[in-house]
């Protein structure tokens, strides 16, 4: 499974971004999806995630009202809307494939995309 994510870019804060994610297997609609994100300095954390229909989503606390998931399957899509961004949503944005859940997607089984970097400026 190849992911590749885009979107990344330099943005003043209260801006907005959408990313995305390419996956390179037609199964990717049978599984969730996720976004997650890495600060300089700091630990790797969750940000989305949504099922293979599109159907349950779930946000960190951090970003629910400014980010919004959201799939498109028959291009074998995953998207991040990003808005009223803070400083703070500085980071490496990765997407990533669950293995085996259609729900939502587990950190320790997962295939990785590379990051896309989300700069946000006050």
């Known amino acids: 499974v190849q992911l590749q994510a885009s979107g990344g870019g330099l943005v003043q804060a209260g801006g907005s971004l959408r990313l995305s994610c390419a996956a390179s297997?037609?199964?990717?609609?049978?599984?969730?999806m996720g976004w997650f994100r890495r600060a300089p300095g700091r630990e790797r954390e969750f940000v989305a995630t949504i099922s293979w229909d599109g159907e349950y989503t779930y946000y960190t606390d951090s970003v629910k009202g400014r980010f919004t998931i959201s799939r498109d399957n028959a291009k074998n899509m995953v998207y991040l809307q990003m808005k009223s961004l803070k400083p703070e949503d500085t980071a490496v944005y990765y997407c990533a494939e669950d293995k085996q859940s259609g729900v939502r997607v587990t950190p320790n089984s997962v295939y990785w995309g590379q990051g896309t970097l989300v700069t946000v400026s006050s």
């Open positions: 297997e037609p199964t990717f609609s049978s599984y969730a």
